[in-house]
Nanobody
Framework: QVQLEESGGGLVQAGGSLRLSCAAS????????MGWFRQAPGKEREFVAAISGSGGSTYYADSVKGRFIISRDNAKNTVYLQMNSLKPEDTADYYC??????????????WGQGTQVTVSS
């Protein structure tokens, strides 16, 4: 069992930056791929970014590529999402997930509770 807790959400103006953090419990953190998903009001949850267990491979949705950076610190059991050049359409609840990568697709097994990100225009 893995428990995940996100932090770092908030209100930011368009063009600004935020860094989300996700702290994980357990001693098997490095065995999981970690990812970030988001869900905007009235929309389905969508993939944002993922990182392999070692941190050597990263994957991004086209909508955030070049603006967001996912990273992890296995010594701290934490994954990060650095969000730059934020746009109003990035407004959503952001969820951390732990799971496995299958053919470059993140398959979540555990979810955090989410953190809200609001980007004002």
């Amino acid at each position: 069992q893995v428990q995940l807790e996100e932090s770092g959400g908030g209100l930011v103006q368009a063009g600004g930056s935020l860094r989300l953090s996700c702290a994980a419990s357990g001693r098997t953190f490095s065995s999981y791929a970690m990812g970030w998903f988001r869900q905007a009001p009235g929309k389905e949850r969508e993939f944002v970014a993922a990182i392999s267990g070692s941190g050597g491979s990263t994957y991004y949705a086209d909508s955030v590529k070049g603006r967001f950076i996912i990273s992890r610190d296995n010594a701290k059991n934490t994954v990060y999402l650095q969000m730059n050049s934020l746009k109003p359409e990035d407004t959503a609840d952001y969820y951390c997930a732990a799971g496995i990568m299958i053919w470059r697709t993140m398959n979540p097994r555990y979810w955090g509770q989410g953190t809200q990100v609001t980007v004002s225009s």
